[in-house]
């Protein structure tokens, strides 16, 4: 029997990815840093802890071109839980280590690690 304090948690974020389509000269790398850490927000007028990516919630928007290269370095300040992060809608081509399925495609970002998601954005959505 496994103590409830030893069960894996799954945080599973789906965060926006804006994709354009527009005809572009070459494809960029865009970066980001996010970290993940639980806050005290006011989101529906009632103080209550929430989970947030670099101070807020929803996490952050990422703007990017087809075929352009995402790498997200993803910090884990949540101090005792395991969270991954699903970019839905993203065919991980050649990548399927960054789709953020914790425990089928990656292991989980423990507390204090830090992750590096990178993938190529392969069709608008
Ligand atoms: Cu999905």
């Not at 965060?15 to 527009?22: E, P």
């Not at 300040?77 to 280590?97: D, K």
């Not at 399925?101 to 392969?122: A, H, N, S, W």
Request: proline share 5%; aromatic share 10%.
């Amino acid at each position: 029997m496994a103590a409830e304090g030893s069960r894996i948690s799954i945080l599973c974020f789906f965060t926006t990815l804006l994709c354009f389509s527009l005809q572009t000269s070459e494809a960029k790398v865009r970066h980001y840093k996010w970290e993940v850490k639980y806050e005290f927000k006011s989101p529906d007028c009632y103080r209550k802890l929430v989970i947030t990516i670099n101070g807020g919630t929803p996490g952050p928007t990422i703007i990017a071109q087809q075929n352009d290269t995402v790498v997200v370095d993803v910090k884990n300040s949540l101090g005792t839980e395991n969270l991954a992060i699903h970019w839905h809608g993203i065919r991980q081509i050649g990548s399927p280590w960054a789709d953020g399925t914790e425990g089928v495609t990656q292991c989980p970002v423990l507390p204090g690690d830090t992750f590096r998601y990178k993938f190529v954005v392969d069709r608008v959505s």
